[in-house]
């Protein structure tokens, strides 16, 4: 009675055909998680030698890889699932005769398919870009730091067009040498349509062969002041000091004036003293000699500060004190900065003179009353 069963035909097909591709579909969903963990370990073999810090890089490729490798393996498996099953025709051949969902179905998987090993193998690139991305971190030179990104998203690009190559000729049965040589015919007008990308593609070139700044510099260029984070083929992102991200066309941060403020060799501080009309000279002369004397023998000024009594302002006598101080560090500068501020309000202080602050003074002048008023009053 079970043969007879199994034997039973359906639609060109018996129930023993039907239970076998249910139960290739039913292993392949159940083991396509463990196979592709299998598989990346293998693909993780391959580049090992690049690794160096073994489990951590290996668990990382399995969560970049599992996704589109479960993807991938389940439509493996519902091709052999399918082989099992018996056609009229043989799905395998489409002609121009087949019905319309013959064709749709079959064209369907063929994408589904490309785009799958595309996805893998795009995952496996950011893989290696991680990988020498931990070894740039470790070289002194930023040049690599800003290539490695670079490298892997042009890869990615040429990747992704080759995958869309092969899917219009195996799919769409384009004759995809001839498409490419009458790009040749049609490649002026295509530059013109993609003007600005490659600008900004050769702006990219630019940067890398001319050096203008580098990953991690603090520049300021169009009104945006920030440090690089990331210099790709076609922009490059800034992360500006209020923290937020902004995306530059690469083509725009060489066009304009660029200022790579982590080049400097000194930062500048220039301030005014205000002090109170009530200083005398003899005092004025006193704070500036002491505080000339103090910025010249810091251990983190140049010899190029200056401090000069310069002008009388609207409610202070004004002292300009302009010095440099030798670091490029933010947090090291601003600490410097506070401890020469308190040392010249220390000087200031002993030496008698007082911190002016914006103040006015009002003169009330009485008149004297008109004597034919008080004539008037008098005879009354």
């Given amino acids: 009675m079970n043969r007879e069963f199994l034997n ?5 097909n018996t129930v023993s055909n039907y239970l076998i591709f249910t139960g290739i579909l039913l292993l392949g969903y159940i083991f396509k998680t463990v196979l592709s963990k299998l598989l990346s370990r293998f693909m993780f073999r391959l580049v090992g030698k690049l690794s160096k810090n073994g489990e951590e890089d290996e668990k990382a490729l399995k969560r970049l890889l599992v996704q589109p490798l479960e993807v991938l393996l389940f439509l493996i498996m519902l091709f052999f699932a399918f082989q099992v099953l018996k056609y009229p025709l043989d799905p395998s051949e489409v002609r121009e005769t087949d019905p319309m969902l013959k064709v749709v179905v079959r064209r369907l998987y063929q994408i589904f398919v490309i785009v799958a090993t595309n996805w893998v193998l795009l995952r496996f690139i950011d893989f290696i870009g991680l990988l020498f991305s931990r070894r740039a971190e470790k070289t002194k030179s930023k040049l690599d730091d800003q290539l490695v990104p ?6 990615k690009v040429l990747v992704s067009i080759f995958a869309f190559l092969v899917m219009l000729g195996s799919v769409f049965a ?15 007008a295509l530059a013109f349509a993609a003007k600005e990308s490659l600008e900004n593609l050769l702006a990219s070139f630019t940067i890398f062969l001319d050096k203008p700044f580098a990953v991690g510099d603090l520049v300021e260029a169009g009104g945006i002041t920030g440090s690089i984070e990331k210099i790709g083929f ?5 992360r500006t000091l209020e923290k937020t991200f902004v995306t530059v066309p690469n083509k725009s941060m060489i066009d304009k004036p660029l200022n790579n403020l982590t080049l400097r060799t000194f930062r500048r501080v220039s301030i005014d003293i205000n002090l109170t009309y009530n200083t005398t000279s003899a005092q004025i002369k006193a704070i500036v000699a002491e505080l000339q004397d103090f910025i010249d023998q810091h251990p983190r000024t140049n010899q190029d500060g200056r401090i000069k009594f310069h002008q009388l302002g609207a409610h202070s006598k004004d002292v300009m004190v302009l010095y440099f101080v030798d670091t490029t560090d933010f947090n090291e500068f601003i600490d410097i900065r506070e401890e020469i501020t308190y040392k010249i309000v220390e000087i200031v202080e002993r030496n008698g003179g007082e911190f002016a602050f914006p ?3 009002v003169y009330l002048q009485q008149s004297e009353p008109d004597a034919s008023i008080i ?3 008098d005879q009354k």
């Fill in 150 to 155: 670079f490298f892997k998203d042009f890869i």
């Fill in 8 to 12: 039973y035909t359906f639609l060109g």
């Fill in 234 to 238: 076609r922009s490059t992102r800034i």
């Fill in 359 to 361: 103040t006015s003074t």
């Fill in 174 to 188: 384009v004759d995809v040498t001839g498409l490419v040589a009458g790009l040749g015919v049609g490649g002026l």
């Fill in 375 to 377: 004539q008037t009053q």
